[in-house]
């Protein structure tokens, strides 16, 4: 039997039934070229059929079954992707550059130009925040500053010739103790000026520079909540997240004290049991604003002085400074 034909005994090869089926099967005997019905051999790559053993003599139950040879596949490649720089330390609001590597997973070649997804974790879950390409030695980076602990991982979607992968190990940024954040004395005169003016000086007017000077260098703790808040400007409101990438209302608020070194509960609710009542007319900046009444506070901000507040609003929304708009609101203060 030459390569590509069948001899067919008695036996109908898909789409080649004799015509004559009152023939005897001892009467038939033909050849059919495989090429014909399926095309060149190139095509029948993966093809499993039934062909005729050379070794036996043609007839019933002489048909024997044998692989045709495969054309060479060509899999993906594995590649491994890591954070550099796993575990790091560093003070609040401190530059620190995460790296991350891609190579081949078998000979750990670099895997130049391919990009990567950067998530943090959030309290939902993983979310994309940054896309970076490697360089030649499949290495990329970005440079962090965070104010909490945060998590990161990386994400590589593959190649027509690489396999996806996701980073074998997760990167930990740890914000040692210490200080509470520096107010520059040149940011934020304005909220001095309504702390001074809150605690009964008289007209904004006649508060001296070194007056407001002293002040911020004072560092009251309501002057650096309402700083710290400020940093966030513009960031997404997500329910339930705890920055440092996106606050919900009382998210924001439980962050902000956090790097000030006050431990408050999570929920709108139980901040309001956590800190000290004031008067609406007594409030200073850095004070909270609670809307709604005990046991049903569904709303909450930083006051900033001049009737306004710090405040991540509401989904499809960011944290801004944005007036308080009504008067029923109540005032806590943290101590």
């Not at 090869?13 to 005897?24: I, R, S, V």
């Not at 490649?77 to 891609?102: E, Y």
């Not at 999570?266 to 200073?284: D, I």
């Given at each position: 039997m030459t390569t590509g034909t069948v001899a067919v005994s008695g036996v109908a090869l898909a789409g080649c039934a004799p015509t004559d089926t009152g023939m005897d099967e001892t009467s038939v005997s033909s050849r059919v070229t495989l090429g014909s019905q399926f095309g060149s051999q190139a095509s029948l790559a993966g093809?499993?059929?039934?062909?005729?053993?050379?070794?036996?003599?043609?007839?019933?139950?002489?048909?024997?079954?044998?692989?045709?040879?495969?054309?060479?596949?060509?899999?993906?490649?594995?590649?491994?992707?890591?954070?550099?720089?796993?575990?790091?330390?560093?003070?609040?609001?401190?530059?620190?550059?995460?790296?991350?590597?891609?190579?081949?997973?078998?000979?750990?070649?670099?895997?130049?130009?391919?990009?990567?997804?950067?998530?943090?974790?959030?309290?939902?879950?993983?979310?994309?925040?940054?896309?970076?390409?490697?360089?030649?030695?499949?290495?990329?980076?970005y440079t962090a500053k965070i104010l909490t602990t945060t998590q990161i991982t990386a994400i590589f979607d593959g190649t027509d010739a690489l396999q996806s992968a996701h980073s074998s190990n997760i990167g930990t940024m740890t914000v040692m103790p210490g200080p509470a954040p520096a107010v520059p004395a040149?940011?934020?005169?304005?909220?001095a000026r309504s702390v001074l003016q809150a605690s009964g000086s008289s007209g904004a007017s006649t508060i001296s520079p070194s007056t407001i000077d002293a002040t911020i260098s004072a560092g009251s703790l309501g002057l650096r909540a309402v700083y710290l808040a400020a940093q966030q400007a513009g960031k997404p409101y997500v329910y339930?997240?705890?920055?440092?990438?996106?606050?919900?209302?009382?998210?924001?608020?439980?962050?902000?004290?956090?790097?000030?070194?006050?431990?408050?509960?999570?929920?709108?609710?139980?901040?309001?049991?956590?800190?000290?009542?004031v008067s609406q007319y007594n409030k200073q900046p850095g004070d909270l604003i609670f809307f709604g009444t005990p046991g049903n506070i569904y709303h909450m901000g930083i006051y900033a002085g001049d009737g306004k507040m710090w405040v991540a609003p509401k989904s499809g929304d960011v944290v801004k400074l944005e007036a308080i708009w009504t008067t029923s609101y109540s005032v806590g203060r943290v101590s």
């Amino acid at each position: 039997m030459t390569t590509g034909t069948v001899a067919v005994s008695g036996v109908a090869l898909a789409g080649c039934a004799p015509t004559d089926t009152g023939m005897d099967e001892t009467s038939v005997s033909s050849r059919v070229t495989l090429g014909s019905q399926f095309g060149s051999q190139a095509s029948l790559a993966g093809l499993r059929t039934s062909v005729i053993n050379p070794a036996t003599s043609v007839g019933p139950g002489s048909i024997t079954s044998q692989v045709i040879d495969q054309a060479d596949l060509h899999p993906k490649s594995a590649v491994a992707l890591k954070v550099t720089n796993p575990d790091v330390s560093v003070q609040a609001d401190q530059p620190i550059d995460m790296g991350f590597a891609l190579e081949d997973g078998t000979t750990h070649a670099p895997l130049p130009n391919q990009l990567i997804k950067v998530q943090v974790k959030l309290p939902d879950g993983w979310a994309t925040f940054k896309h970076l390409y490697t360089n030649e030695q499949g290495f990329a980076s970005y440079t962090a500053k965070i104010l909490t602990t945060t998590q990161i991982t990386a994400i590589f979607d593959g190649t027509d010739a690489l396999q996806s992968a996701h980073s074998s190990n997760i990167g930990t940024m740890t914000v040692m103790p210490g200080p509470a954040p520096a107010v520059p004395a040149q940011a934020p005169r304005s909220v001095a000026r309504s702390v001074l003016q809150a605690s009964g000086s008289s007209g904004a007017s006649t508060i001296s520079p070194s007056t407001i000077d002293a002040t911020i260098s004072a560092g009251s703790l309501g002057l650096r909540a309402v700083y710290l808040a400020a940093q966030q400007a513009g960031k997404p409101y997500v329910y339930g997240a705890e920055g440092p990438y996106a606050f919900d209302c009382s998210g924001l608020v439980q962050y902000v004290f956090k790097q000030l070194g006050r431990s408050l509960p999570r929920t709108a609710e139980a901040q309001y049991e956590a800190t000290t009542r004031v008067s609406q007319y007594n409030k200073q900046p850095g004070d909270l604003i609670f809307f709604g009444t005990p046991g049903n506070i569904y709303h909450m901000g930083i006051y900033a002085g001049d009737g306004k507040m710090w405040v991540a609003p509401k989904s499809g929304d960011v944290v801004k400074l944005e007036a308080i708009w009504t008067t029923s609101y109540s005032v806590g203060r943290v101590s």
